[in-house]
């Protein structure tokens, strides 16, 4: 079981957590960069790297090349899957701020100095998003900047600031966060629904789980431009086969994100949000997905790669296929969620 400690005031300071898998080869310039940071203010700070059930020597390089000038901590998720890395991380830091950065980041210079300004310059803030810049293994392919928000790289929104639309969701590399946002969902015994590209499917969305149940607490969320980083792009998750997966795996996503959204959207409306036939969206992704087909017929064929259509066709394909495999237990699923939300805190802690 996970085990969350529950404190009254967390000392000052930023958990940088970095969850890792089978990364003894990548790893090396992620600590770097973090080894790295420029402060003007004196902070604490801590690096805790969360090991997910790696099979290689990750952890024996992270004690070897960390040379920075914080702590190092490690601690074990042997759950496959970056949700659950992610939650093991929340519940193991030590200070008032958690900042997640993937093992393909490398942060710029001033990363932390400005996450430690922003996240005090917003006190509603729950989380503060970063923008991130790709690195490429290989050539840049002709069609990636129509996708690199995909990818966790591009401006997230025109301007830095507040997200006003309650929807609205940011990938969170290089984010900055409150603790005690992450403990209120903790202690109330928070089990991911998206594991994130454990097994064989490409599900992502995990981050985007936690921002729906810290808008659904009351906290906001920002995006300052000023947080920035490098991804670094392996060759692998650049070529067009591994995009389409990609996509369906975006599609199947939003289908366990949907209920998050729905539960929002009632308490925003101070309704009641009640489980809904599955058949009834299984139905409208299925005309969805027949609509367009050019683009089912132009799936398999090269000279469509880089295709918009093709892209949104294979994203409502993994909707679509989702939406079949959970049938009934989707309406479980969406059940047991709003169940378990209505226990949340109905309102900030008092400041």
Known sequence: MLEVTKKMALPEGVSVVVCTYNAAGLIGPCLEHLASQELQSSFAWELLVVDNASSDDTIAQVRKLWAGPSPLRVVTED???????????????????????????????DWLQNAWE??????????????GRAVFETKEPAWYQRYERNYAVGPQL???????DPERLIYTAGCILRTEAAQTMLN???????????????????DSEIQLIFRYLGWELYYDSSLRFQHFMPSARLTWE????????LGATAVLLEPYRHALR??????KPKPRPWQIAWRKSLRSYLKDPF?????????????YRV???????????KRWQLKGRLQTIEANLYDWLAELPDKLPEK
Request: glycine content about 10%.
């Open 79 to 109: 759950k496959p899957g970056i949700a659950y890395a992610r939650r093991k991380g929340m519940a193991a830091a030590k200070y008032a701020y958690i900042a997640f950065v993937d093992q393909d980041n490398w942060v710029d210079a």
């Open 118 to 131: 922003l996240i005090h310059r917003y006190p509603d803030a729950g989380l503060i998003g970063a923008e």
């Open 158 to 164: 025109p301007e830095s600031g507040r997200i006003a």
């Open 188 to 206: 109330a015994r928070f089990e991911p629904l998206l594991t994130s590209r454990a097994g064989k499917e490409l599900l992502s969305g995990e």
């Open 242 to 249: 591994y995009h389409k997966k990609f996509r369906q795996g």
């Open 266 to 271: 009632a308490k925003l409306s101070n309704q």
């Open 295 to 307: 683009a089912i017929l132009a799936t398999p064929f090269k000279r469509f790669e880089g295709n």
């Open 311 to 321: 892209a949104r066709s294979q994203a409502v394909w993994g909707e679509l296929c």
